[in-house]
């Protein structure tokens, strides 16, 4: 398959995602793709301004805030996942990390943490510190991301803090499919979060 039609393709991937989607050329890896050939287009992508490169192998579309008169930057956990997915890791937020996902805390974290099966590793995304550290698989593959994330932000509330009005943010952030995955994966966790789980899950 030649260039052109590889990055035209590529370019149809990324229209087909959010406007804050982040990538890397492992996701679009295909078996008629050459590897090489993939991190060629991007390249070339990238010296055309059609996408910004955040670090290495890590990319996204540049969006232009005309009110700021200035590009967007990157969404730090949409670049945590990139590289995960780049690296194969498991990763979860940690607990102020995943208020501030979960939009319980309007304060911008002066550092993103994620708990990964993979190293320890730290990033700077933009002056933004963006850091993963090492723990076994089985701790952040064991539940669903979303059941993962919801309960690194219980834990950051502290079980005396939680209240009606957080189980109602809770619940009002989840569909009915994660809804079903919170009632099962409240199994596995210790009996306190098992209870905040399954009144998000009910909406009680």
Same mark, same amino acid.
Not at 24 to 53: H, M, W
Not at 95 to 114: C, D, H, K
Not at 140 to 164: F, L, Y
């Given at each position: 398959?030649? %260039?052109?039609? $590889?990055?035209? =393709? *590529?370019? #149809?991937?990324?229209?087909?995602?959010?406007?804050?989607?982040?990538? /890397?050329?492992?996701?679009?890896?295909?078996?008629?793709?050459?590897?090489?050939?993939?991190?060629?287009?991007?390249?070339?992508?990238?010296?055309?301004?059609?996408?910004?490169?955040?670090?290495?192998?890590?990319?996204?579309?540049?969006?232009?805030?005309?009110?700021? %008169?200035?590009? $967007?930057?990157? =969404? *730090?956990? #949409?670049?945590?996942?990139?590289?995960?997915?780049?690296?194969?890791? /498991?990763?979860?937020?940690?607990?102020?990390?995943?208020?501030?996902?979960?939009?319980?805390?309007?304060?911008?974290?002066?550092?993103?943490?994620?708990?990964?099966?993979?190293?320890?590793?730290?990033?700077?995304?933009?002056?933004?510190?963006?850091?993963?550290?090492?723990?076994?698989?089985?701790?952040?593959?064991?539940?669903?991301?979303?059941?993962?994330?919801?309960?690194?932000?219980?834990?950051?509330?502290?079980?005396?803090?939680?209240?009606?009005?957080?189980?109602?943010?809770?619940?009002?952030?989840?569909?009915?499919?994660?809804?079903?995955?919170?009632?099962?994966?409240?199994?596995?966790?210790?009996?306190?979060?098992?209870?905040?789980?399954?009144?998000?899950?009910?909406?009680?």
């Amino acid at each position: 398959m030649e %260039n052109k039609s $590889i990055i035209d =393709s *590529i370019e #149809k991937v990324i229209r087909s995602h959010d406007a804050d989607w982040v990538f /890397s050329a492992k996701d679009f890896s295909r078996p008629e793709y050459d590897p090489t050939t993939v991190r060629q287009c991007l390249n070339r992508l990238e010296s055309q301004g059609k996408i910004k490169r955040i670090i290495t192998g890590i990319y996204y579309s540049p969006r232009f805030n005309e009110l700021l %008169n200035e590009v $967007i930057s990157p =969404s *730090i956990s #949409k670049t945590a996942e990139a590289i995960a997915r780049k690296n194969n890791w /498991s990763i979860v937020p940690d607990g102020e990390t995943a208020l501030n996902i979960l939009g319980l805390s309007t304060q911008v974290p002066s550092q993103w943490r994620y708990a990964s099966s993979g190293p320890n590793t730290e990033y700077d995304i933009y002056g933004v510190a963006l850091s993963f550290y090492h723990v076994r698989s089985r701790e952040v593959a064991s539940v669903s991301r979303k059941t993962a994330i919801i309960v690194q932000a219980i834990k950051a509330i502290g079980e005396e803090k939680i209240d009606d009005r957080t189980i109602n943010h809770f619940s009002q952030s989840i569909n009915t499919a994660d809804r079903n995955t919170l009632l099962q994966d409240s199994a596995s966790e210790p009996e306190w979060i098992a209870k905040i789980l399954k009144r998000i899950a009910l909406d009680e």
